[in-house]
């Protein structure tokens, strides 16, 4: 019999720790002078007999505007399969990456591979309309090999390839921000 709040509790682990990596990112990322403002993006949620639940999936996980006023959307997901499954990808969110980039603005998908051998992750950076699904059987996915062009090294910004940084837009001193989960 599988333990289903020990798996749960882990689950959560492995998604703050991956949470906590984006974080740092977008950290950066101001630093860098590549974003303006970001903004975690929260699933829809009720408290259900007293515990808060989840009833729908949000809008793409963070979103906000890069330096030069490019809006950005990102999708982030984590997973210790060999292959992501596009289903992981709720509907709406979905919807609403490819709204972000039909638009002109940027929306990519954020994949982490979780290994069991070092280096332990392998984390890539996809521009969502050019995400290179395949369907397998009868599902469709994608594993490593399929979007290596897109692995963010050691160390780098996972945004440094699509904008180069600059000067900021706030020039008075006043420091960007990265909102805090309420």
């Known amino acids: 019999m599988r333990d289903h709040s020990k798996i749960g509790r882990l689950s959560q682990a492995v ?9 740092g990112q977008n950290e950066m990322a101001m630093r860098l002078g590549i ?11 009720k408290v259900i007999g007293g515990q808060l639940r989840h009833t729908a999936a949000g809008v793409a996980d963070r979103t906000g505007t890069l330096e030069g006023g490019r ?6 997901k984590s997973t210790s399969e060999k292959r992501f499954a596009k289903a992981e990808v709720s509907k709406r969110q979905a919807e ?10 940027l929306a990519l998908l954020l994949v982490e591979f979780r290994l069991t051998t070092a280096p332990f992750y ?4 996809i521009p969502w309309l050019e995400t290179p699904w395949r369907t ?8 490593p090999a ?15 390839k699509w904008h180069a940084g600059g000067p900021r837009s706030s020039s008075h001193g006043i420091r960007n921000r990265v909102y805090a989960r309420e």
């Open 15 to 23: 998604g703050e720790h991956f949470e906590s990596w984006v974080d």
């Open 35 to 45: 974003i303006a403002h970001v903004e975690k993006n929260e699933p829809h949620s």
């Open 71 to 76: 809006t950005l959307a990102v999708e982030c």
């Open 96 to 105: 609403h990456l490819d709204a972000v980039a039909r638009a002109g603005a």
């Open 122 to 125: 392998k984390r890539y950076a």
């Open 136 to 143: 397998l059987r009868t599902a469709e996915s994608l594993d």
């Open 146 to 160: 399929d979007i290596e062009q897109w692995r963010i090294a050691p160390d780098t910004c996972y945004l440094s």
